[in-house]
């Protein structure tokens, strides 16, 4: 009987930038930048001290799509290029990696486990690194709320939060993914960050309506150790919002 699967390379990458403190990924969408543009902003955001870069957002991201904006990245940038799956049909060869993600508070089990068993083929056959990661929808949750069919966790349901992520602990998720939904007015709630950071022993990535430094220090504070930032580049380019956002996450670190 063999143990538990140990780590690849970009999971080890990113237990040693956590090691040092705050870590942050730079989601990029290559249905809006492609290619060449995609290297463009992951090269400015590593520049500025992003540890990773996701590729994804949209729904339907072609394979080919997904591909060049990888292939662009990975000569751009040394840092893990890091597949943000909307499905199987998105995955490509050309990334490090794959969020292999449940997203938890689903009602439709293709996104729970059944998109899985069909996808994980795939992944093996083009050697793509599995991440296994929780994925748990904030409200509002926005277009992610609604296209994963969620039910939202009430934004001060803390238990409820601590619960979903626990589990996903307890099954072997080596992360878990706190999603207030790329857009959202605001982030998960810092008082949830800090419950479910308390339930943990894994990493807390969280995600959704972070445009600021306050934003970000808000939920560093509150523990969550890595923080994902999309729209904000999407609206503003590498702009101020940016900036600050990567201020704070340099700030902590040791």
Do not use: C
């Not at 989601?27 to 492609?34: G, H």
């Not at 748990?136 to 619960?163: K, T, Y």
């Not at 982030?187 to 990493?203: K, N, Q, S």
């Amino acid at each position: 009987m063999t143990g538990a699967r140990p780590p690849g390379r970009v999971e080890q990458h990113i237990a040693r930038r956590l090691e040092r403190g705050a870590v942050h990924f730079t989601l990029i969408d290559p249905d809006k930048s492609p290619g060449e543009k995609a290297a463009g902003i992951a090269r400015g955001a590593v520049d500025l001290g992003s540890d990773a870069i996701l590729l994804g957002g949209s729904t339907g991201i072609s394979r080919d799509g997904m591909g060049a904006a990888a292939r662009a990245i990975r000569g751009a940038v040394d840092v893990p290029v890091i597949i943000f799956p909307e499905g199987p049909g998105s995955l490509t060869p050309d990334a490090d990696a794959v969020l292999f993600m449940s997203l938890l508070n689903s009602r439709n089990l293709d996104l729970v486990i059944r998109a899985h068993a069909r996808a994980a083929p795939a992944v093996r056959a083009m050697h793509l690194e599995p991440i296994p990661l929780g994925y748990l929808v904030i409200a509002p949750g926005m277009r992610v709320g609604e296209v994963g069919q969620v039910d939202p966790v009430p934004r001060d349901d803390l238990e409820g939060a601590s619960g979903y992520a626990l589990a996903a602990e307890l099954l072997g998720m080596h992360l878990v993914y706190l999603e207030a939904g790329s857009g959202a007015p605001e982030p998960v709630p810092a008082p949830m960050v800090r419950a479910v950071r308390d339930a943990l022993t894994v990493p807390l990535i969280v995600g959704g309506g972070i445009r600021s430094g306050a934003d970000a220090r808000a939920l560093l504070d509150a523990g969550a150790q890595i923080l994902v930032t999309g729209t904000v580049t999407e609206e503003q380019g590498l702009g101020g919002g940016f900036r600050e956002i990567l201020e704070e996450v340099r700030r902590h670190r040791g």
